[in-house]
């Protein structure tokens, strides 16, 4: 139990510190945001709960195709926003979008078998 409440601990300082540096500087908080600092915990997280690194490359090897889905989020938001868009549409229609790149992403990434 103890574990979980430091993964939890530090996975929401890490949340908390993003959004309190982009109060002051976008910049640094895109900067700050956009390092694989998720990745790096669930890359530690998954070895110290395992100590598979097999497991852990595999996760990297994933994460690295799926990115190109998530990047969808970062096209379609900033656009609907400029293109008049109020912020709660602009970001459901993104997180839809997202999805459905997600969605087409897992499914050509299963025919070349990667993945579970």
């Known amino acids: 139990m103890l574990q979980y409440a430091i993964k939890v601990a530090i996975t929401s300082l890490l949340v908390v510190a993003v959004t309190e540096v982009a109060k002051r ?11 694989p600092m998720t990745s790096l915990l669930a ?47 602009s970001l459901a229609l993104s997180l839809v979008v997202t999805a459905a790149g997600y969605l087409a992403m897992a499914s050509v990434l299963q025919r070349f078998g990667v993945g579970d």
Not at 25 to 35: K, N
Not at 51 to 71: E, P
């Open 43 to 89: 890359f530690v997280w998954l070895y110290w709960d395992t100590g598979d690194a097999g497991r852990v490359a595999d996760l990297a090897i994933a994460i690295l195709w799926l990115v190109l889905a998530s990047l969808l989020f970062f096209i379609a938001f900033p656009l609907l926003i400029k293109a008049g868009w109020q912020f709660w549409p």
């Open 25 to 35: 500087s976008t910049f640094l908080g895109a900067l700050l945001a956009s390092l």
